[in-house]
């Protein structure tokens, strides 16, 4: 089972649409979680990170919840800009405090004009 | 500010060569971390380094090392390249050592071994 496990996709959803992406995660100790977004051929780039309670950001939302280890990103009213893969994140060693991420397969997403 | 940079941007390598990668940090960031992307796939952790000291070292062979060097800038050595090997190489940088400070990642290498 990998450790961090994601749809790929991809997602293609019409401007406006909102679309969700769940992601879940094996290790019940791991205690910090983002969402990165990638564009093709670029570097991740911190899209946000995910608390315990939620967390919004403008148009995204972030959820965790721990006891089904799984986490979501919603993404309201949809842009053309919002095309890119999303990566799920959890960090791998908390009692060690390394700054080991593991990051997801990523998430696709296509937003249609 | 200048972000993290690497280079080379691109690097073409045949089975056996021996390629060394290397990344600048953003001014101020004492941590360096090395991920391996294969197309398709997410980012997989190689090494942390801190302080010029390895840190974290993720599930990789021995023919990947790495260093830090006094200005906290960093190499990554593969030797005997396979064709497995090819995928873009990531550099992230943060302030200090820790999931709570956030990463940030250069451009890349991308690596093709033929």
């Known amino acids: 089972r990998k450790e961090v496990e994601q749809d790929p996709g991809p997602f293609n959803v019409p401007e406006g649409a909102t679309v969700a992406f769940n992601c879940t995660y094996s290790?019940?100790?791991?205690?910090?979680f983002f969402w990165y977004r990638q564009d093709c051929r670029k570097e991740p780039k911190l899209l946000m990170s995910?608390?315990?309670s939620g967390n919004e950001d403008g148009r995204f939302t972030a959820q965790l919840n721990r006891a089904s280890q799984y986490i979501s990103l919603l993404i309201r009213d949809s842009k053309l800009s919002d095309s890119a893969t999303y990566l799920c994140?959890?960090?791998?060693?908390?009692?060690?405090?390394?700054?080991?991420?593991?990051f997801g397969q990523g998430t696709t997403l296509q937003v249609k004009p | 500010d200048a972000g993290v940079t690497q280079s080379p941007t691109h690097l073409i390598k045949t089975r056996g060569q021996q390629v060394t990668l290397r990344c600048s940090p953003i001014s101020g960031h004492k941590s360096v971390s090395w991920y391996q992307q294969v197309l398709g796939q997410g980012p997989q952790f190689i090494f942390q380094y801190y302080e010029k000291e390895e840190r974290g070292r993720g599930n990789f062979p021995d023919r990947f090392s790495a260093r830090q060097f006094p200005n906290y800038s960093s190499e990554l050595n593969v030797n005997a390249l396979l064709l497995g090997d090819s995928a873009l190489y990531l550099c992230?940088?943060?302030?200090?050592?820790?999931?709570?400070?956030?990463?940030?990642f250069g451009n890349g290498t991308r690596l093709t071994v033929t």
């Open positions: 290790n019940s100790a791991s205690q910090s």
């Open positions: 992230a940088s943060s302030l200090v050592m820790g999931v709570l400070s956030p990463l940030h």
């Open positions: 995910v608390y315990s």
């Open positions: 994140v959890v960090n791998a060693l908390p009692s060690s405090n390394t700054g080991k991420l593991i």
